[in-house]
């Protein structure tokens, strides 16, 4: 299907005329559908629209609705599978918190991941004697089998990245998931990087818990993210809140309840066994909410396919582009492996590109670097809103500082 990206960007992001703009991946601009109804919602929150104040709030909690249909359509999830949190970092937190570990444990992560990945299961090696083990293949190719030689009866976590932040290794999450429902080892993974942009099908892989902020790819920087918990896994989870909006709604609803002489303030509450348990279960982020369902929104409108075809187009171009000039890919052109990050260094040594970044940001070229375990270099963000111009703006402008510093590209990794 051909999709006009043209008149969607003049249409969604008119900041794009204005710069050169290739970090999604850091975080990323809101569409101007997503601001309007920010603004609409700012304007709801000062008058009242409905009979009472009690009617007022369940309105406020109703416009939560949307991001939870558009991500399980998104994902291809139950509904009672989603849940909205505040970021990737609670997402985790949740999961960290959700699922029993006993002294001797060990959970199985990656050298590439972003901070926060493994940083709940570190902090619980303070209080708990488990052991966390670091894949960390050669090739910086995530798969089953770098993986097997790491896991054993004790290995209770698989957690990782989807696609890695610092290579932009997309990895193949229905065969690590078939790996670790197996080995019947939690699989909880971070999607922020690729959610969005390639599909992600819950139903085609099996995956525990997953979450992703809405602020990179999601194009939804408000504060609300995407937590998707296995109807299979919900059972076998803690609870982490215990808020009012999660319990098992009383008799003629919340308004009724409030009214009745006779509720109790102690009860034996029960909770729905959905992912909204996890969520803190009270006054929420509305404004982030609505945002994020908005942005969601769009991406299912555009369809994944559309967009994932499109990203790993741009994405190749880049590649290509990049390698014209000399420089050397650290993302791998693997099929099916890459999305919508690319990764390359120019120069051996790392001041200069350090210099090269910072002028291309003073000419309104806005691209990243990062490492981790020294893996990573220029990180550029090829989303479904940027185009090749984009790309040969920033080509353009590598070129003219490869010439200033006087000498060819040199980096071979």
């Not at 406020?60 to 949190?85: Q, T």
């Not at 990050?341 to 910072?358: C, G, H, N, P, S």
């Not at 070129?399 to 980096?411: F, N, S, T, V």
Request: proline share 3%.
């Amino acid at each position: 299907m051909s999709y006009d990206w043209e008149k969607l960007r003049k249409e969604e992001w008119p900041v794009l005329e204005t710069m050169t703009f290739l970090d999604a991946a850091c975080v990323s601009f809101a569409p101007q559908r997503t601001v309007r109804a920010v603004k609409e919602f700012a304007d709801m929150t000062a008058r009242q629209d409905e009979a009472n104040s009690s009617a007022h709030h369940i309105a406020l909690d109703d416009k939560r609705h949307k991001a939870y249909v558009e991500a399980a359509k998104l994902l291809n999830a139950d509904l009672d599978e989603i849940a909205l949190v505040e970021s990737t970092s609670h997402g985790l937190n949740i999961a960290a918190q959700g699922i029993e570990l006993n002294d001797g444990d060990n959970i199985v992560t990656t050298n590439l991941e972003f901070i926060q990945v493994a940083l709940p299961w570190c902090v619980i090696r303070k209080e708990k004697n488990i052991d966390i083990r670091v894949c960390k293949p050669a090739d910086e190719r995530f798969t089953a089998a770098a993986f097997e030689p790491l896991v054993d009866d004790k290995t209770r976590i698989l957690v990782m990245s989807t696609l890695e932040w610092c290579n932009g290794w997309q990895s193949d999450m229905k065969e690590i998931g078939d790996f670790c429902k197996e080995r019947g080892i939690y699989l909880v993974v971070d999607a922020v990087q690729q959610l969005g942009v390639t599909k992600l099908d819950t139903k085609a892989c099996h995956i525990d818990i997953l979450t992703a902020g809405g602020h990179k790819w999601l194009n939804s920087p408000y504060g609300t993210g995407v937590l998707y918990v296995n109807k299979e896994t919900l059972p076998k989870l803690k609870q982490s809140y215990a808020g009012y909006l999660n319990t098992t709604v009383p008799e003629g609803g919340w308004g009724a309840y409030w009214e009745n002489p006779a509720a109790p303030s102690v009860h034996d509450w029960t909770f729905p066994m959905t992912a909204r348990r996890f969520e803190i279960g009270g006054t929420s982020n509305y404004t982030g909410a609505i945002a994020l369902g908005e942005s969601l929104g769009l991406v299912n409108e555009i369809g994944i396919e559309n967009i994932e075809a499109h990203v790993r187009e741009l994405a190749t171009y880049c590649m290509d582009r990049i390698e014209e000039i000399g420089g050397t890919l650290i993302t791998h052109r693997d099929p099916g492996h890459f999305g919508g990050i690319v990764i390359a260094r120019l120069y051996d040594d790392l001041d200069t590109d350090r210099m090269i970044l910072k002028k291309l940001h003073a000419r309104k070229i806005f691209i990243a670097q990062r490492f981790t375990d020294y893996v990573g270099g220029f990180r550029i963000s090829c989303q479904y809103f940027n185009n090749k111009k984009d790309i040969d703006t920033m080509i353009e402008g590598m070129k003219d500082l490869i010439k200033e510093i006087g000498r060819e590209p040199d980096y071979k990794g």
